[in-house]
Nanobody
Framework: VQLQAFGGGLVQPGGSLRLSCAAS????????MSWVRQAPGKGFERVST????????YYANSVKGRFTISRDNAKNTLYLQMNSLVPEDTAVYYC?????RGQGTLVTVSS
């Protein structure tokens, strides 16, 4: 299983970023996928989850209404659209499949 997240960077408060995660080594369309994050000095937080078909999603209260998870099973790719970013969203973001977590991408929200 390989999961590679990318798309992070430095963004000002109120800005937007779109994260992507390229998956390989397993049948992507058969599994629920999640984004988790780890802020500096803190533990992991599950941000969002999407079911295999993309028809059902979960969001943490801290991101509800601002983040949107989606997936393209034909491209084996998971996405996270992040809008109205706030400094508290600063973290390393990882995509996960059951039992696996890939390399993360750093998102920094700062003016």
């Amino acid at each position: 299983v390989q999961l590679q997240a990318f798309g992070g960077g430095l963004v000002q408060p109120g800005g937007s970023l779109r994260l992507s995660c390229a998956a390989s080594g397993f049948t992507f369309g058969n599994y629920a996928m999640s984004w988790v994050r780890q802020a500096p000095g803190k533990g992991f937080e599950r941000v969002s989850t999407i079911n295999p078909s993309g028809g059902s999603t979960y969001y943490a209260n801290s991101v509800k209404g601002r983040f949107t998870i989606s997936r393209d099973n034909a491209k084996n790719t998971l996405y996270l659209q992040m809008n109205s970013l706030v400094p508290e969203d600063t973290a390393v973001y990882y995509c996960t499949s059951p039992g696996s977590r890939g390399q993360g991408t750093l998102v920094t929200v700062s003016s």
